[in-house]
């Protein structure tokens, strides 16, 4: 049934469908694609308007479907018909509208994944535009115009009035802090509305039939449950459909294996469970060791304190949180009588591991350091430019399984400074003061560039770590780089040890005196299970975090306003930068793990650290206090 405004969305399916009328069923079809499909599908399953299907007509009886078909819908974009069509016209449409899909079009995580629309890139100021108290909105729907409206509970008078989508349904959802409120519609679509900032922020169609939604207690979660399909989707608070399950099918499990539905039968039958309570994971006696692996500092820091006040090890996937405090972690941990490591298969605890070996052998431990992809350029990427570094295409990103967020965190540097300072935390090798170099070499030069000045290296001092670039600065690709791997540098101690090194095989410099030793990959994932061994069986961390000595501290991507928003790892407005502890401190920098959705309260040129002063700091303040506790207790102090 045409409406007054144009299409958003026309699906591309085909289906069959005998229709006994006196119109005949080529007529009909005509019909329905002139003055129907543009607002709701090809396929009927809605675009502007709401699926004309059976499971979504329910409610509705075919007389008085053919009347709205005939005078249309007051108050709504439903125009009438009834001066272009005649009455078995009309009947045939509603009887075409009242026929079964067969079969009945998919829509699963795929679908859904591809529906998903972001309005809000960028993170929205943490303070409400309006005056009123933002604890006592009254929050209308209206269904005869398909409309919300925002009015003060104080005084009842209008703040924001916005288009909704379609026959919203179940009532508003709101997160706990009452800034967010979700709507779900009756044709599947959900609606992410911040109330402070009264805007859109995004949506995703859940399914094409849906009863209800439900909001988390903390907010975190959105669950969804449809008719058509019959299905709960259980999306993110961003709502990006949650990845549990999928994840797990993606590494060839079988479904029966995650089918345990508690705790205890995982434990009694050796299937796994999957639960969204991190308090039930930490409290369970049956389980001994924790892997944090969310990627979130805060919340990973809040996850390794549950866990270790429980009486678990902790193995430390998340570097992002391990680099903001760990050392005090593993204070704990140790005051617990339980391990906390670094997660073997990961670059950092492999950097551990080969520096342990140096300083075993008795030999001097000049550098160590990663390979990475970097070229100064890479330092301004932001996710909706950081395919383009990769040289891939809209397509090829489309076709992969791929996360923008993440990929710009390692494009930038961010990811490399965090890794980097949480190594020396665990080791007590320093950053350089600037930074990160990013220094370009391959196998054969590891020797000669990651050595002091004073010997013709390029380092300012002995005993730093760095980055072996993959790339020079203009782009071409170093010879042999070792993009994937860690490595070391170390000085022979003696005349004898220095010919030992050409003895042997090892790749020194030109003078001999300076070697290098490396791994060429690592396995994140597939090798974290030893971690898990060595912390239960043997009590020991493969790689800990010991002292306050490096830091990651959040830096301008661009000269940047008071009242703007920072928005953290992998976002548009920071880069994280690896600088020894005692300039962090006098900076007073702000660690990158802080500087999620955070306003600015002074300017920050491009470039510039970001410093405590600099924000308005409002939530996570529980994170924040525990922050400044490591940094008064853990400067220096190993464990």
Same mark, same amino acid.
Request: with cysteine.
């Given at each position: 049934?045409?409406?007054?405004?144009?299409?958003l969305?026309i699906?591309?399916?085909f289906?069959?469908?005998t229709?006994?009328?006196?119109?005949?069923?080529?007529?009909?079809?005509e019909?329905?694609?002139q003055h129907?499909?543009?607002?709701?599908?090809?396929?009927?399953?809605?675009?502007i308007?709401?699926?004309?299907?059976?499971e979504n007509?329910?409610?509705?009886?075919k007389?008085e479907?053919?009347?709205? $078909?005939?005078?249309?819908?007051?108050?709504?974009?439903?125009?009438g018909?009834g001066?272009?069509?005649?009455g078995?016209e009309i009947?045939a449409?509603?009887?075409f509208a009242?026929?079964?899909?067969?079969?009945?079009?998919?829509?699963?995580?795929?679908? $859904?994944? !591809?529906?998903?629309?972001v309005?809000?890139?960028?993170p929205?100021?943490? /303070?409400?535009v309006?005056?009123?108290?933002p604890?006592n909105?009254?929050v209308?729907?209206?269904?005869g115009?398909h409309?919300?409206?925002?009015?003060?509970?104080?005084?009842?008078?209008?703040i924001h009035?916005?288009q909704s989508r379609?026959a919203?349904?179940?009532g508003p959802?709101f997160?706990?802090?009452?800034?967010?409120?979700?709507?779900?519609?009756?044709d599947g679509w959900i609606?992410?509305?911040?109330?402070w900032?009264?805007?859109v922020v995004?949506?995703v169609?859940?399914g094409?039939?849906?009863?209800?939604?439900?909001?988390?207690?903390d907010?975190?979660?959105v669950?969804v449950a449809?008719?058509?399909?019959?299905?709960?989707v259980?999306?993110?608070a961003?709502?990006?459909v949650?990845k549990?399950?999928?994840s797990l099918?993606?590494?060839g499990w079988?479904e029966d294996?995650?089918?345990?539905?508690?705790?205890?039968?995982?434990?009694?039958t050796g299937?796994?469970?999957?639960?969204?309570?991190?308090a039930?994971?930490a409290?369970?006696?049956?389980?001994e060791?924790?892997?944090?692996?969310?990627?979130h500092?805060i919340?990973g820091?809040?996850? !390794?304190?549950?866990?270790i006040?429980?009486?678990?090890?902790?193995?430390m996937v998340?570097v992002?949180?391990?680099?903001?405090?760990?050392?005090?972690?593993?204070a704990?941990?140790k005051?617990k009588?339980?391990?906390y490591?670094?997660?073997?298969?990961d670059?950092p605890?492999?950097m551990?591991?080969? $520096?342990? +070996?140096?300083?075993s052998?008795?030999?001097?431990l000049?550098a160590?350091?990663?390979g990475?992809n970097?070229?100064p350029?890479y330092r301004y990427s932001?996710?909706?430019?950081v +395919?383009?570094?990769?040289g +891939?295409?809209?397509?090829?990103?489309k076709?992969?399984?791929f996360?923008?967020?993440?990929?710009?965190?390692?494009?930038d540097?961010t990811?490399?400074a $965090?890794?980097?300072a949480?190594?020396?935390n665990g080791t007590?090798?320093?950053?350089?003061?600037?930074g990160?170099?990013?220094l370009p070499?391959?196998?054969?030069?590891?020797?000669?560039?990651? /050595?002091p000045a004073?010997d013709?290296?390029?380092?300012?001092?002995?005993?730093?770590?760095?980055?072996?670039?993959?790339q020079?600065?203009?782009g071409?690709?170093?010879?042999?780089?070792?993009?994937y791997?860690?490595?070391?540098t170390?000085k022979a101690?003696?005349?004898?040890?220095r010919?030992?090194?050409?003895?042997?095989?090892?790749l020194t410099?030109?003078?001999?005196?300076?070697?290098?030793m +490396? &791994?060429p990959?690592?396995?994140?994932?597939?090798?974290?299970?030893?971690?898990?061994l060595?912390?239960?069986?043997?009590?020991?961390?493969?790689?800990?975090?010991?002292?306050?000595?490096?830091?990651a501290?959040?830096?301008?991507?661009t000269?940047m306003?008071?009242g703007?928003?920072?928005d953290g790892e992998?976002g548009?407005?920071?880069?994280?930068?690896?600088?020894?502890?005692?300039?962090s401190?006098?900076?007073?920098?702000?660690p990158?793990?802080?500087a999620?959705?955070v306003?600015?309260?002074?300017?920050?040129?491009?470039?510039?650290?970001?410093?405590f002063?600099?924000v308005?700091l409002?939530?996570n303040l529980?994170?924040v206090e525990? &922050? /400044?506790?490591?940094?008064?207790?853990?400067?220096g102090? !190993?464990n």
């Amino acid at each position: 049934m045409k409406m007054r405004a144009p299409a958003l969305l026309i699906f591309g399916l085909f289906f069959q469908l005998t229709v006994a009328s006196s119109a005949g069923a080529a007529e009909v079809g005509e019909n329905f694609k002139q003055h129907c499909a543009a607002c709701h599908g090809a396929d009927r399953l809605g675009g502007i308007g709401p699926a004309l299907i059976p499971e979504n007509l329910a409610r509705l009886r075919k007389p008085e479907a053919e009347k709205v $078909i005939k005078e249309g819908r007051p108050a709504t974009q439903m125009a009438g018909f009834g001066d272009k069509l005649s009455g078995d016209e009309i009947k045939a449409l509603v009887d075409f509208a009242y026929t079964p899909i067969k079969p009945m079009p998919a829509w699963g995580e795929k679908e $859904i994944k !591809a529906s998903r629309i972001v309005h809000e890139k960028q993170p929205l100021p943490d /303070k409400p535009v309006f005056k009123a108290d933002p604890m006592n909105l009254f929050v209308v729907v209206e269904s005869g115009d398909h409309h919300v409206s925002i009015l003060d509970g104080d005084k009842l008078e209008p703040i924001h009035r916005f288009q909704s989508r379609y026959a919203l349904h179940g009532g508003p959802k709101f997160t706990p802090d009452g800034r967010h409120v979700f709507f779900a519609s009756r044709d599947g679509w959900i609606t992410k509305f911040d109330l402070w900032n009264l805007k859109v922020v995004a949506e995703v169609r859940a399914g094409i039939n849906t009863r209800n939604a439900a909001v988390s207690g903390d907010g975190q979660w959105v669950a969804v449950a449809n008719y058509l399909p019959h299905s709960l989707v259980i999306l993110d608070a961003d709502l990006n459909v949650a990845k549990a399950r999928e994840s797990l099918k993606r590494v060839g499990w079988e479904e029966d294996q995650y089918s345990a539905k508690t705790l205890g039968d995982a434990y009694k039958t050796g299937k796994t469970c999957i639960v969204d309570n991190a308090a039930a994971l930490a409290e369970f006696d049956g389980i001994e060791c924790i892997i944090e692996a969310t990627g979130h500092p805060i919340v990973g820091v809040r996850h !390794a304190l549950l866990a270790i006040d429980h009486g678990k090890h902790v193995v430390m996937v998340n570097v992002e949180a391990d680099v903001m405090c760990g050392p005090l972690l593993a204070a704990r941990a140790k005051a617990k009588g339980v391990v906390y490591s670094m997660a073997y298969g990961d670059q950092p605890a492999f950097m551990c591991e080969l $520096i342990d +070996w140096v300083r075993s052998c008795g030999f001097e431990l000049t550098a160590a350091g990663k390979g990475m992809n970097f070229e100064p350029r890479y330092r301004y990427s932001t996710p909706d430019t950081v +395919w383009g570094y990769f040289g +891939w295409t809209e397509a090829e990103v489309k076709a992969g399984d791929f996360n923008a967020q993440m990929y710009n965190s390692f494009t930038d540097g961010t990811k490399a400074a $965090i890794e980097m300072a949480a190594v020396a935390n665990g080791t007590g090798l320093d950053c350089p003061d600037a930074g990160l170099a990013f220094l370009p070499a391959g196998i054969h030069d590891l020797a000669n560039v990651f /050595k002091p000045a004073a010997d013709g290296g390029r380092l300012a001092r002995s005993g730093l770590i760095d980055i072996a670039a993959s790339q020079e600065p203009d782009g071409r690709e170093v010879l042999n780089n070792i993009r994937y791997g860690m490595f070391v540098t170390f000085k022979a101690p003696d005349e004898y040890t220095r010919a030992c090194f050409k003895q042997y095989g090892l790749l020194t410099d030109k003078s001999g005196w300076y070697a290098s030793m +490396w &791994r060429p990959f690592h396995l994140i994932g597939l090798e974290t299970s030893v971690s898990v061994l060595s912390a239960v069986l043997r009590g020991e961390a493969t790689g800990c975090s010991k002292e306050f000595r490096a830091d990651a501290v959040a830096t301008a991507k661009t000269d940047m306003k008071a009242g703007e928003m920072l928005d953290g790892e992998r976002g548009f407005a920071l880069w994280a930068n690896a600088i020894p502890a005692h300039k962090s401190l006098a900076l007073d920098a702000l660690p990158i793990g802080l500087a999620h959705k955070v306003k600015l309260v002074k300017p920050v040129a491009k470039d510039t650290p970001v410093s405590f002063s600099d924000v308005e700091l409002v939530d996570n303040l529980d994170v924040v206090e525990f &922050r /400044k506790e490591y940094t008064r207790t853990m400067l220096g102090k !190993a464990n």
